[in-house]
Structures are given as C-alpha cells and as structure tokens.
C-alpha cells in the first residue's frame, strides 16, 4: 500500500473505525520506510522485527478504536527508555542491558493500543543538545542537511517529523525534549517533573529527568498527557497530577498575561529576532498582555546545571563504565564528566542553597504571569559549526532550556515560524509546576493563529476547544465587600488574589442587602424577570486557596456559576433563595458601591 502520509491520532482513528486500514498493514509499511531512511538520518538504533512486533499488534485482535483510545497508533522509543526484551543502549554499546520489562510510561501506551515501532537514537546517556554524539551515527535536520535534528532526543524527533510514528518518547534534562522539537517542526512536551513517569528510564540526573512527547500539535501532546500522568509506585520521584491540570483543563484561551525576557540573547542571529517578535504578536493577537521580566535569575540557575553536583549525579550512572572502560564512552561526553569526582558535599549543599534562592526569586517573578514566552535556541548552529567546537555550540542551544528542571516548571515548545533557509524555528512557553494543560492550551491557540504547515504534510483540523483553559489559578467572581478596598477584600489579597477585570454580570439578577449578621451583606440572586446587570469584579487566587476561600463564606451565601456580561460562566457569590427572608431588595442601585454610597449620603 502507499505509505499514509497523515498519522495524526484522529486521522489513524477514522481510518481504522471505516476499515480502510489495519494496524498491521500500517506498522509494517511504516517500518520498511524507517528502515529506507535511516542510512541518510540514523534515526532508529533497533527497529522492531515482525515477531517483535506480532505480540502488541496481536493483542488488538478483537479490538477497536472505541474500546482503545490508542488503537494501532505507533511510536518510537528513545533509547535510553526501556522496552522489554529489546536491548537499552543508551547510545553506549558497552552499556547494553536488556529489560525484561518496558518502562512504565511504555507499558501504559501498550496497555492503550499504541505500537511500539523500535528505539531511537540519541546524544550518548542523554548528555547533549544537538543529536550527532552517537557512535550509532550523528542525526541531521529533517529539513535542512546542513544541521542537527536537535538532541539529545534526536531519533524520537526524527520519527516523528520524517513521517514515520504518530508520536514519540524522549527524555528531557536540559532541554533534550524541546530544543529537537523545535529545530523539526514539532510539538515538545517537557512536563512537570513526576507527572510522567520515568520508572524503567536510564538517567541521566535522576532528580531532573523528565519523559517527553514528541507530536505534530498541541492538542495530541494534551490527550497522550491526559492519558498518562498517572501516579506510580515504582517511581520515587512521581507526583499526583492535580486536578486543575487534567485532560478537561485544556481549552480555550481568553486573556493571559506572558513574561517576556528583558534581556532577550540571540547570539548574532540576524532572523531570531524578528521571528521571535511575530511570536509575541501572535500571543498578543490571541489576548495576551507581555509583561517584561528580569531574566538574569533564570539564566543564573541555568549556569549551574553544568557547574558541579548535577555534573556528579550524571557521573553515577555512567562513571562507573569511564572508570572501567573509558574508552567505551565518547570523548566529548568524558570531557563533560571528568570534574565530577571532584565535586564534594559541602559544594553539593552550596548549589543546592543557591538554587533554592534563585528558585524562590524567580517564583515571584512568575507569580502574577500565565506563562513565559522565549525563544526554543537563541541561533540555530550547523553541523560544520558543532564538529569545529562542539561544546560551545551544544551550550549555545540550551540558553534557554536548562534551567527549567533545576527550577521546576512545565514547559513545552511550539513552531512558530521559519528561517528563510527553510529550517524551522519554534517558541517555549512555560510556566509553574503543573501548569501543563494551560501551557499546551496556549500552544494549541498559538498553532491555530500561525497557520503554520506541520510535519508530514499533517493538518491542524481540531477546532478550538469550546471550555475554557485551566491553570492553577481559580476565577472567582465578587459583588459585595470583597469588591476591591471594601472590607473583606484582604481575605482575597491574603490568598495571593489579583483583580482580573472589573465587569457586570448578564442582566439576569437581582441584589439584596441581607437581614441580620454583619451590616449591609449583600445576596445575589439569579432570576428569570426584572433581572438586571450587577456591577461585580473578577479575581484570580491559587486553586489551593480556593477551599479556605469557601469555608469562610457564611450561610446563606455560596460559591456557584455566575453568568457575566460576555456571556461566559465562572465561580461566584451567589445567594440561597431562603436567605431573602426579611432582605431588602437593592437591585436598582446596580451594585454593592452605588448601594454603599446611598447609605453614606443619608
């Protein structure tokens, strides 16, 4: 058959659901074709063979789309990412294991119908951004000759950029999940650290390493998370995905305010800067607010990735074969880990001390934002520029990537144009800890905005979500003494709330001031006639806070869904009907202040 050029999930599902193709046809024919590009992109270090393969598509027989939400859709494995009874190499042929079992995140893909196609290449134990530190072959662009894919996740980019899997696995420390990604035309997912699990992954920092998702959009990257970030046992570093970050918290986007570095570094670019321009037009264009930030802390945590103890913890996976076999590790890689066994406690606990002040400086910094924009690589390098000085070159790539694990954000890059040699050229929003679904929301509008073409000749043809995008910020909406300066405003402020918008509710309600308790409480009530629009105001505080927030709230007034002028619902006062017992009706004044200031003019 001819080779399907659209493998995106809801292409895959239609096609299997009408009967014009079967996993098998389609995983074999997309096997042979990996297999005729890999000499020109040394992609793959093991492709499945047909009786590798035969037990998972197998185990679709009698099977559906409508009963597995990943029927027969395949993707590749990064080598460093265990798949049972298949070597890991990790891209060190002396370090060669095979697992008797698949890493967790694997076996969940399986477990949904998803088939695994083989293991891709990769920078040597996950240490580089560029993708050519493999004795398996260097990995070049997908587009351009002349440079990288991108690594260290170069043969999951590959895969998925040249056609040949739907999605694919990374890993990403230091940017190895989104500086690929970008550099072919795709979508990163770096998600918060523990929300994936990385059980059955070779690290490289154990305590930074996260499993990425390599797709054409946004929105695939949103339902293969939605699908995964589960809990596991077997990983000591997996944390609970809350629920403000699950699978319905991708959506639409209303108004956000993004960071944009004030220091913006482009290394002599001459394209980077107009693109990454564009790129905050866009987000602007789609409501977003740009606020100036001082990037000089992120680019200061950024520094110490390279500078010590998380040197040292990559040295305990691989300094052991160095020790024994150096010559089995590539000499750009022990030149990376050679001061490692240097590194003592006391200046394990000084970076430590360190990051955690730029950690909590950069934290108020992003308080009041929805995300931050920056470019995926300050300047693309060529694969000639990386052979005349590879470690500076590799270190150009990762300016701005490599704090983001050290800090703990969720980050994702996302296409946002192209050089005009042809090369792509993306974007990375990120953002607080499980902010993932929001991040990937934004990524998904931003996609839609640009139009841009996707890999593989696939299209963008999901509408915009009809629910609105969540983050890990509540809206609640306020009529009453919670209004901003009134009294009981500080029990917002406290929260950490911020006054989003000052509006009117549809005309729909009518206001009361309540009997008894504290003077002039007001009630809001929803009604079918001789509603009117109440003045009110919007305001945002930590979902954390949000239940503290409730149980403070005394009878009979509540939290509910308030309908505003736009026509959007979101959380607000509202009043049980029992409760206008005796209460005044004050509808005509049009809201708390107007009815405050009729008081004060007796």
């Given at each position: 058959?001819?080779?399907p050029?659209d493998?995106?999930?809801?292409?895959?599902?239609?096609?299997y659901?009408?009967?014009?193709?079967?996993p098998?046809?389609?995983?074999?024919s997309l096997?042979?074709?990996a297999?005729?590009l890999?000499?020109?992109?040394n992609l793959?270090i093991?492709?499945?063979?047909?009786?590798?393969?035969?037990?998972y598509?197998a185990?679709l027989?009698g099977?559906s789309?409508?009963d597995?939400p990943l029927?027969?859709?395949?993707?590749a494995?990064?080598?460093?990412?265990?798949?049972?009874g298949?070597?890991?190499?990790?891209?060190?042929?002396?370090f060669?294991y095979?697992?008797?079992?698949?890493a967790t995140i694997?076996?969940?893909?399986?477990?949904l119908g998803?088939i695994?196609?083989g293991k891709?290449n990769?920078?040597?134990f996950a240490?580089?951004l560029?993708?050519t530190?493999?004795p398996y072959?260097a990995?070049?662009?997908?587009?351009?000759?002349?440079?990288?894919?991108?690594?260290?996740?170069a043969g999951?980019?590959l895969?998925v950029?040249?056609?040949?899997?739907?999605?694919?696995?990374?890993?990403d420390?230091?940017?190895?999940?989104?500086?690929?990604?970008a550099?072919n035309?795709?979508?990163?997912l770096?998600?918060?650290?523990g929300l994936l699990s990385?059980?059955g992954?070779?690290?490289?920092?154990r305590?930074?390493?996260?499993?990425?998702?390599f797709?054409a959009?946004?929105?695939e990257a949103s339902?293969?998370?939605a699908l995964?970030?589960?809990l596991?046992e077997?990983?000591?570093?997996?944390?609970s995905?809350?629920l403000w970050?699950?699978?319905s918290?991708?959506?639409?986007i209303r108004t956000?305010?993004?960071?944009?570095?004030?220091?913006?570094?482009f290394?002599?670019?001459?394209e980077?800067?107009a693109l990454?321009?564009?790129?905050?037009?866009?987000?602007?264009a789609?409501?977003?607010e740009?606020?100036?930030?001082?990037f000089?802390?992120?680019?200061?945590?950024a520094?110490l990735?390279?500078?010590?103890p998380?040197?040292?913890?990559?040295?305990s996976?691989?300094g052991?074969?160095?020790e024994?076999q150096p010559e089995?590790?590539?000499?750009v890689i022990?030149?990376?880990?050679?001061k490692?066994?240097?590194v003592?406690?006391?200046?394990?606990?000084?970076?430590?001390?360190?990051?955690q002040a730029l950690?909590?400086?950069?934290?108020q910094?992003?308080?009041?934002?929805?995300c931050v924009?920056?470019?995926?690589?300050?300047r693309?390098v060529?694969?000639?520029?990386l052979a005349?000085?590879p470690?500076?070159?590799?270190?150009?790539?990762?300016?701005y990537t490599n704090?983001?694990?050290?800090?703990?954000?969720a980050a994702?890059?996302?296409?946002?144009g192209?050089?005009a040699?042809?090369?792509?050229?993306?974007?990375t929003?990120?953002?607080?800890?499980?902010?993932d679904?929001?991040l990937?929301?934004?990524?998904a509008?931003?996609?839609?905005?640009?139009?841009?073409?996707?890999?593989?000749k696939?299209?963008?043809?999901?509408?915009?979500?009809?629910?609105?995008a969540?983050n890990d910020?509540?809206?609640?909406?306020v009529?009453?003494?919670?209004?901003?300066g009134?009294?009981l405003?500080?029990q917002?402020?406290?929260?950490?709330?911020r006054l989003?918008e000052?509006?009117?509710s549809?005309?729909?309600?009518?206001?009361?001031?309540?009997?008894?308790?504290p003077p002039?409480r007001?009630?809001?009530?929803?009604?079918?006639?001789?509603?009117?629009?109440i003045?009110?105001e919007?305001?945002?505080?930590?979902s954390?806070e949000?239940g503290?927030?409730l149980?403070?709230?005394?009878?009979?007034?509540?939290l509910?869904?308030?309908?505003?002028a736009d026509g959007?619902?979101?959380?607000?006062f509202?009043c049980e009907?029992?409760?206008l017992?005796?209460?005044?009706d004050i509808?005509?004044?049009?809201?708390?202040r107007?009815?405050?200031?009729?008081?004060?003019?007796r």
């Open positions: 058959m001819k080779h050029s493998l995106r999930l809801s292409a895959l599902k239609t096609a659901s009408n009967g014009s193709l079967t098998r046809t389609l995983i074999h096997c042979k074709r297999a005729a890999n000499p020109e992109f793959f093991h492709l499945c063979s047909e009786e590798q393969l035969e037990p598509l185990a027989d099977k789309p409508a597995l029927y027969g859709v395949p993707f494995i990064k080598d460093n990412i265990d798949l049972a298949v070597p890991t190499t990790a891209a060190c042929p002396a060669t095979v697992p008797e079992r698949s694997v076996e969940q893909l399986i477990a998803a695994p196609l891709t990769l920078d040597q240490t580089g560029n993708g530190r493999s072959g990995c070049r662009n997908s587009v351009h000759p002349d440079y990288p894919s991108g690594g260290s996740s999951s980019s895969a950029a040249l056609g040949v899997a739907s999605f694919a696995l990374g890993t420390t230091a940017g190895s999940g989104r500086v690929p990604a550099l035309n795709l979508v990163g770096k998600a918060s650290k990385t059980a992954v070779v690290p490289a920092c305590s930074l390493d996260c499993v990425t998702y797709t959009s946004a929105a339902q293969l998370l995964t970030a589960k596991d077997s990983d000591e570093y997996s944390r995905n809350p970050n699950d699978g918290a991708f959506g639409a956000f305010r993004f960071g944009v570095p004030r220091q913006l570094e290394l002599g670019c001459a980077s800067p990454f321009a564009a790129a905050v037009e866009q987000l602007q789609l409501g977003g740009a606020v100036e930030i001082d000089a802390p992120f680019l200061e945590a520094r990735l390279y500078a010590g998380w040197v040292a913890e990559r040295y996976v691989a052991a074969l160095i024994q089995a590790v590539l000499p022990r030149a990376v880990l050679e490692a066994p240097d003592s406690g006391v200046d394990t606990f000084r970076a430590q001390y360190h990051l950690k909590a400086i950069c934290d910094l992003m308080a009041d934002l929805d924009l920056t470019p995926a690589y300050p693309p060529t694969l000639a520029e005349a000085a470690v500076q070159r590799n270190s150009d790539l990762g300016y704090f983001m694990n050290m800090l703990d954000y994702v890059a996302v296409p946002a192209f050089m040699n042809g090369l792509p050229w993306g974007v929003l990120f953002g607080r800890v499980f902010t679904q929001y990937l929301s934004l990524a509008a931003l996609q839609r905005q640009t139009a841009l073409p996707l890999c593989g696939r299209t963008l043809d999901a509408p915009a979500p009809a629910n609105p969540r910020r509540a809206r609640v909406v009529c009453g003494a919670h209004l901003d009134l009294p405003n500080w917002l402020k406290q929260r950490g709330g989003l000052a509006t009117h549809s005309p729909d309600y009518q206001l009361y001031a309540l009997a008894g308790g002039f007001p009630g809001m009530l929803r009604v079918t006639e001789g509603g009117v629009a003045e009110v919007v305001w945002e505080l930590p954390s949000l503290s927030f149980t403070g709230i005394p009878a009979p007034l509540g509910g869904k308030v309908q505003l959007r619902w979101e959380t607000g509202i009907p029992y409760g017992a005796g209460a005044s509808t005509h004044f049009g809201g708390w107007a009815f405050l200031r009729s008081k004060a003019n």
